[in-house]
């Protein structure tokens, strides 16, 4: 079991910057791949970014491509999405999510484990 706790949303301008930050209990943290996806008002829940365990791998949405960059820290349980250049159309409730063994990393039914959202808000 794995319990994950996203913290340091907020409300920011456009072209602005948040760190998010993802802590997992356990000691398996690094066993997990670890993805972090976004849910806007009356959308579909969309993936943003994902990174393997051992942290050498990365995936990105092209939406985010060169504005978001996903990084974790093993020792820490953390997992991180640096968010910069930020657009009112990233403002979202962002997720997230750690999967034990991932086939298809950009997809919600590869993870296993969820948390319950940070808030992003980006004004115009």
């Known amino acids: 079991q794995v319990q994950l706790v996203e913290s340091g949303g907020g409300l920011v301008q456009a072209g602005g910057s948040l760190r998010l930050s993802c802590a997992a209990s356990?000691?398996?943290?690094?066993?997990?791949?670890m993805g972090w996806f976004r849910q806007a008002p009356g959308k579909e829940r969309e993936f943003v970014a994902a990174i393997s365990r051992s942290g050498g791998i990365t995936y990105y949405a092209d939406s985010v491509k060169g504005r978001f960059t996903i990084s974790r820290d093993n020792a820490k349980n953390t997992v991180y999405l640096q968010v910069n250049s930020l657009k009112p159309e990233d403002t979202a409730v962002y997720y997230c999510?750690?999967?034990?063994?991932?086939?298809?990393?950009?997809?919600?039914?590869?993870?296993?484990?969820w948390g319950q959202g940070t808030q992003v808000t980006v004004s115009s």
């Open positions: 356990g000691r398996t943290f690094s066993s997990y791949a």
């Open positions: 999510a750690a999967a034990l063994v991932i086939v298809r990393p950009r997809t919600e039914d590869g993870y296993d484990y």
